[in-house]
């Protein structure tokens, strides 16, 4: 594999496909490659009639902890690497089939926003959601400014936004964020259980109730992405951007402007 290829695998087990994201040393965060491969996957299993399911995971101890921006070459300008991660959530969200998220850990940044653009996410007991962008002088985007809202209402969205601090999955459970917290062995149970009626099930019915269902819900994550893209572009050229990523890699608290 070279350096720019996607780290990402796409499988076939008859009906189902199993997207992983195969990058577990950086705990599964995302590179533009992977992003835009990610996508291409996505949009292409919408287009193949053999398809019936899509379940996607990552490698290893983490679903995804977001951009992997070191990994990201200058060639990519800022504004590529959020229209790319734009397209991958709305790829996930508009794919007709229905996508299962396989959160088997931690899930942070555009993580968060992958695993709850999925139409069924079930989490591992280890696992926990993590919007830290406000950490180090950002806003939250992947979408997760609609997605969390939608799922789990503003109160939830407010205190995972602003504090930017971690939510366990059984605390995501029980503020209806996903849908189920189960061990590890129990969670591969669940989710064939669901890929394998799913697979079966009549595939038009399922797509036409999958776009009612998130033309009611998401009508508004366009909108969201677009506002996303706008503040993130403001933020990534701020002094506070440059002190919380410096505070980051040096491993300080970080100290904004007053």
Do not use: W
């Amino acid at each position: 594999m070279t350096e720019n290829a996607p780290k990402l695998t796409a499988t076939r087990e008859g009906r189902v496909l199993h997207v992983t994201v195969t990058n577990p040393a950086r705990l599964n965060a995302i590179d533009y490659a992977t992003m835009t491969g990610l996508g291409d996957v996505f949009t292409r299993a919408g287009d193949d009639p053999s398809v019936r399911a899509i379940v996607i995971t990552g490698e290893g101890k983490a679903f995804c902890t977001g951009a992997d921006l070191s990994a990201i070459s200058g060639e990519v300008t800022p504004e590529e690497v959020m229209d790319c991660a734009s397209r991958l959530v709305t790829a996930i969200v508009e794919t007709p089939v229905p996508v299962i998220a396989r959160v088997n850990g931690p899930a942070a940044g555009v993580g968060v926003g992958i695993a709850l653009a999925a139409d069924l996410v079930y989490a591992a007991e280890s696992a926990y959601f993590l919007l830290s962008f406000t950490n180090i002088g950002l806003m939250p985007d992947g979408g997760t400014t609609a997605l969390i809202a939608t799922a789990a209402g503003r109160a939830l969205a407010n205190e995972m936004a602003l504090l930017g601090e971690r939510l366990s999955a059984t605390a995501a459970r029980d503020a209806g964020l996903i849908n189920a917290v189960l061990s590890h062995a129990d969670l591969d149970t669940k989710v064939r259980e669901a890929t394998e009626k799913l697979a079966h099930g009549p595939r038009r019915a399922l797509e036409l109730t999958k776009q009612a269902l998130n033309a009611t819900s998401l009508a508004s994550l366009g909108a969201a992405l677009a506002r996303e893209k706008a503040g993130q572009m403001e933020l990534l050229g701020s002094p506070d951007f440059i002190e919380g990523a410096t505070a980051m890699l040096q491993k300080r608290k970080a100290v904004f402007a007053e």
